[in-house]
């Protein structure tokens, strides 16, 4: 026997229950299911999430001098901190020619004072010499 959608005006035939669930007493259409999405929510639109603006990231001159500090073992020293404060100084606002010129002698001297002992890699040219150097000591 079918049952009837009991909303008046609908009188959509109901089609044979499944499985154990309680008896609908009105249509899909009527009474749309749980698990179904409720027409009657309006989703809202979803704004997509603001990019991380690349272009705002540290510029390239402070990058540069942080690289060498950090291979240097300077990136932590205050030092280092001066090298960098200077250099983001440098290219952080607008100078004179006389103005630029003065920081970036103070950065090349405190880019100095910080890589001043520092540990560093044996140049290529320097190993060079070196074996040179025990050839020739070999050879005589
Ligand atoms: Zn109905």
Redesign the pocket.
């Known amino acids: 026997m079918d049952r009837i959608?009991?909303?008046q005006g609908?009188?959509?035939v109901?089609p044979p229950q499944k499985g154990s669930a309680r008896p609908r007493k009105?249509?899909?259409?009527?009474?749309p299911p749980r698990n179904r999405p409720n027409p009657r929510v309006i989703k809202l639109p979803t704004t997509p999430a603001p990019e991380p603006d690349t272009t705002a990231s540290v510029p390239p001159l402070v990058a540069t001098y942080r690289e060498r500090l950090e291979v240097a073992g300077r990136l932590d020293s205050p030092e280092g901190a001066h090298v960098l404060l200077l250099a983001s100084l440098l290219t952080g606002g607008a100078h004179t020619a006389s103005g630029a010129a003065a920081l970036s002698r103070e950065l090349r001297a405190a880019m100095e004072v910080a890589l001043e002992g520092a540990p560093r890699e044996p140049d290529k040219l320097d190993e060079l010499a070196a074996r040179r150097a025990a050839k020739a000591a070999g050879a005589s």
């Open positions: 959608c009991q909303t609908c009188g959509a109901i009105f249509c899909e259409a009527c009474r």
